[in-house]
């Protein structure tokens, strides 16, 4: 069992940067696959961005260059730096800790870009 809580989310202006962070517990979070995903209203969930044990990323296309993810396994928390932001960027942002087909959820964290 895992337990997430992410946190860093808000209002921001277009080109504006934040950094979302996603703190785990109840496991051992360096064997897990962390991803974070977003959702708006109406609309899937979609993966943004994912990092596995061995550090290796992938990103979606609409982010790649602008966002970063990272986790530091000795704090057991995964990061994603945001960095020129777009309205298009607004979303529920979801953190997610998977093992095989074990998969965990935050409660989510709203990011919000708009002047």
């Known amino acids: 069992q895992v337990q997430l809580v992410e946190s860093g989310g808000g209002l921001v202006q277009p080109g504006g940067s934040l950094r979302l962070s996603c703190a785990a517990s109840?496991?051992?979070?360096?064997?897990?696959?962390m991803g974070w995903y977003r959702q708006v209203p109406g609309k899937q969930r979609e993966l943004v961005a994912a990092?596995?044990?061995?550090?290796?990323?992938n990103y979606a296309d609409s982010v790649k260059g602008r966002f970063t993810i990272s986790r530091d396994n000795a704090k057991s928390t995964v990061y994603l730096q945001m960095k020129s932001l777009s309205p298009e960027d607004t979303a529920v942002y979801y953190c997610?800790?998977?093992?095989?087909?074990?998969?965990?959820w935050g409660p989510g964290t709203q990011v919000t870009v708009s002047s």
């Open positions: 997610n800790a998977q093992l095989g087909a074990l998969g965990y």
């Open positions: 109840g496991s051992i979070f360096s064997i897990y696959v």
């Open positions: 990092i596995r044990v061995s550090g290796s990323t």
